[in-house]
């Protein structure tokens, strides 16, 4: 099981220097997140011991599980999936240094008053829904700057960047024209100079479409099942919204 991660690890980050490569990109620019829905604390703990830093949970209740295993592990800890409010006090308790899902005002100001209480700061992305599938959670585009503007008045969040699920699909284009979405929207907040928000940071690409992610400026690349293999349950049950209190 070691020797398979390790691997698998070491393959990918093959990738993702290849790809930047070939889209004249720095390999420093382009950062590897575990995705460790379903990844056991000790097979976690592998990646981590393989020089791995960045790590992300879908669900709250598997952060709560595997903390006490990983909190004395060197890492960052960001969590992507679909939140709700009454989760807030939780995510706040276990380790989380990103929120990479953030797509509506009333979560953020929920947010917002929780840390104002705990006198703590936290980084966001905001999500944006780029296939315009109904399944996914984000914000619409054409929404999106509203947002981020309303956001960027709460002290407590600090706005880095943007992120994606993008469509699941092997048509390269189609998942392309998703991450040009979210480029040109990234382009678009930059040009607004908005105070409070930075727009560094492109959360966008899976394992089979991470190459396509980084031609097109992802900053950080989601993985899971291409490091640690099969999961259970297909992708689309930890995005769909009919499945977010399971």
């Known amino acids: 099981m070691k020797e398979d991660i390790l691997h698998n690890m070491a393959t990918i980050h093959e ?3 290849k790809a930047c490569q070939q889209s004249g990109r720095d390999i420093d620019e382009v950062r590897l997140l575990l995705a460790t829905k379903t990844v056991s604390a000790d097979r976690i703990k592998i990646a981590l011991g393989g020089g791995q830093t960045l790590i992300a949970e879908n669900k709250v209740q598997e952060l709560k599980e595997k903390y006490e295993d990983l909190k004395n592990i060197t890492h960052e800890s960001h969590f992507i999936g679909h939140l709700q409010t009454n989760k807030i006090k939780d995510i ?10 953030l797509d509506r005002l009333d979560l953020a100001e929920k947010l917002h008053q929780r840390l104002l209480a705990e006198n703590k700061t936290m980084d966001v992305f905001i999500q944006v829904n780029t296939s315009n599938e109904e399944s996914k959670f984000g914000v619409d585009p054409i929404d999106a700057i509203d947002l981020v503007q309303k956001i960027s008045r709460l002290s407590t969040l600090k706005i880095k960047g943007l992120m994606t699920i993008g469509l699941f699909s092997a048509e390269t284009e189609k998942v392309r024209t998703c991450f040009k979405i979210l480029k040109d929207l990234q382009q678009d907040i ?12 492109l959360s966008m690409g899976m394992s089979s479409d991470l190459e396509t992610a980084i031609e097109e400026g992802a900053t950080m690349v989601r993985v899971g099942t291409a490091v640690f293999g099969p999961r259970i349950y297909p992708d689309t049950y930890y995005w769909n919204e009919e499945n977010t209190d399971h």
């Open 92 to 101: 706040l308790k276990f380790g989380v240094t990103c929120i990479q899902s």
């Open 190 to 201: 930059i040009r607004e100079n908005i105070p409070n928000v930075e727009m560094k940071e």
């Open 15 to 17: 990738r993702i220097k």
